[in-house]
């Protein structure tokens, strides 16, 4: 990855919206839609919309080559595998196996290449620049953070009716909620009129 800035502002299928920092690109990617009930947060309808993704920051990957309908459909695959497996170790389970498959397979193509600018203060990415090498970085950032020491810190939100994934890279390490502007926030209302409920 070239950044360090992860996040982004999701919106929710009933309205509003929040900002969700899932601490990972990868993690940032798992949440861009989903199968089954989770089929409504749907982001990436088309391949156009698997494109202008990929070229946001940080990953800044503005494809060169236009995105197909088979890389929107491994996409997807990916999307699922990362999910699964993320949710996987924050419940301290074992990954599934289809999950570590589906990553494994998208790090092995060709990653992205990294270009210095003339100017020699900026860099970008080589072309041609094609869907499956941002995916592959995905894939890769996925297995670092999988194997790598912030792994006992992926975590599921601390809501009950939240299935949000992020890891925690704060200091402490108390990270409970996906947001404070959504769960936390929830969370905060709710103890206040329990409190209030209970007062004389």
Not at 38 to 57: N, R, T
Not at 99 to 108: D, H, L, M, P, Y
Request: charged content about 25%; proline content about 8%.
């Amino acid at each position: 990855m070239r950044g360090n800035a992860t996040g982004r502002r999701l919106h929710d299928p009933k309205g509003g919206s929040f900002w969700f920092d899932a601490g990972a690109v990868c993690l940032d990617f798992a949440h861009t839609g989903g199968e089954g009930r989770y089929a409504k947060f749907e982001s990436l309808h088309e391949p156009a919309d698997l494109g202008e993704w990929l070229a946001q920051p940080p990953l800044d990957a503005a494809v060169t080559v236009p995105v197909t309908a088979r890389d929107l459909a491994a996409a997807k695959a990916l999307r699922q595998a990362i999910w699964d497996a993320a949710h996987a170790r924050a419940a301290h389970r074992p990954l599934p196996a289809e999950a570590v498959a589906t990553i494994n397979r998208a790090a092995v193509a060709a990653p992205l290449v990294p270009e210095l600018a003339a100017d020699g203060t900026t860099a970008g990415w080589a072309p041609p620049v094609r869907a499956a090498q941002a995916l592959s970085a995905l894939a890769r950032e996925m297995i670092e953070l999988l194997s790598g020491p912030l792994s006992e810190r992926i975590r599921e939100c601390a809501s009950d009716t939240c299935p949000m994934v992020f890891v925690d890279s704060s200091r402490p390490g108390a990270r409970r909620w996906c947001s404070m502007e959504r769960c936390g926030n929830r969370h905060k209302l709710r103890a206040l009129r329990a409190r209030r409920a209970t007062e004389p």
